[in-house]
């Protein structure tokens, strides 16, 4: 054997391997095989970069040596940055520092608005805490914005694109909110406007009987009213809607008391004004078997104690169409929720997109609640109730107009300034708002990120499936590529026996 010239070829391969990390270090390839294309940027995006016209500088705090998979998040970062920059034309430059090796950094990056949060580490078989900055810094001019903290599986591509949006757009679109019959205002949806903010200004319409709706307003918010719209406000929408304007709608049919246990219909003339439509949000309350808890206070002995008990009318809804409002959503919980119909004809379009699961029913109003009731299949007998919808068309006058119609009005609501709600539920607002609004395209990104599937929400054959599958499989290939070689070598033998061999 020539050892010389094994020797040549180890070395050649080795430097090679080095090389090619050396370049995939500035210059990569790669192939995106996950569900939501995560990895590979957006027409969108793409648009938005070749359209900039003035540079922008982007400072990214990311920390080194963190777990693993908190680090993926910087290299998958760094590797977003270096393709915004290749289709900018130019007009995007960026740097990545370590805060952690310099307490300059460090306080520089605090003061841009990018705070450290603690993760634990392993050092040594034990435990301890770290400090790890994730966050970058975009500017352009005196334009500044900021994303704090980069969640590992967050929608990157859409954080960093609605940032440079958001800075480099001048004049937002205008989105009007409904106030004068107890609507919540935008302070009362603090999760809501935080994101609506990102792209649109958002304008307070107090409606009464001489209102027109400004020019500038795009789409139209009109979130739980508890008092009834006059005749006169309902015909200021209709006008809003003759001329293009769109609309989304999110509605209380049947109120819910549970310190009563009552479910009373509600009448505001919306209702009214939607059927008219063919659009009916019927005065009934979605039950379902997948549902959200409620706490109970039980007795036993002397002791009183609260317990947790699922509660049938607080739906948590992960059935959804594919349409741009509700692409990429888990699940929502939409508490007293009222299922939609249309009965309309065809000049308007009808969209189911969110739907009950195959185990519920809906009862009319009024009734009381039962909390202890055991519900049974019988009791649960429909499935894919309509519960938010989308309609297209001719709404109103003889211009086309769209509207986003969703059977409960509280599910976007912050109760007060600390309480959060579902992100799903605050992705159903904006994502409609988008639909309605935006014409850039960015509504794709806003759920593009890792998607949660959790293995306790599959049945329990796929369950055993896969776990045997998991265990199984990597011993079957194996054992396959063995029988392969041992059947490739025996024919090697038999070939080199043969007389003419060689």
Known sequence: MNFKKYYISIGLVIGIVIFVNLLSDDFFARFD????????LSNATKDLLRNLDEPITIKAYFSKDLPPNVASVRSDFKDMLIEYAARSNGKLIYEIV????????????MQDGVQPVLINVREKDQMKQQKAYLGAVIKMNDRKEVIPFMQPGSPMEYSLSSAIKKISVKDKPVIGLIQGQGEPSIN??????ADLE???????????DTTSIPENIKTLALIRPTDSLSQAELQGLDNFLAHGGNMFVAINRVKGDLKTLYATAQNTMVETWL????????????ADAKCAN?????????????????????????????HPAVKGLESVILPFVSPISFTGDSAINFTPLAFSSDKSSAQNAPFMFNIQKHWTENDLNKKNLVVAAAFDGKLAGKNNS??????????AINRNSRQQIQPDNVSLFVNSIDWLSDDTGLIELRTKGVTSRPIDDLEDGTKTLLKYLNFLLPILLIVAYGLFRMQRNKNIRIKRMEENYG
């Open 33 to 40: 095989f996950t569900e939501s294309q995560q990895y590979t």
């Open 98 to 109: 370590n805060p952690n090796e310099d307490e300059k950094i460090e306080k520089e990056a």
């Open 188 to 193: 009362d949806m603090n999760q809501v406007k």
């Open 198 to 208: 990102v792209l649109y200004k958002v304008q307070d319409i107090q409606l009464n």
């Open 275 to 286: 059927k008219q439509k063919g659009i009916n949000v019927e005065p009934s309350l979605v």
């Open 294 to 322: 409620v706490s109970v206070q039980q007795q036993q002995g002397a002791f009183r104690f609260m317990t947790q008990v699922q509660f049938p009318y607080l739906p948590i809804i992960s059935k959804f169409a594919n």
């Open 402 to 411: 769209k509207m986003v119609v969703v059977g409960n009005g509280d599910f």
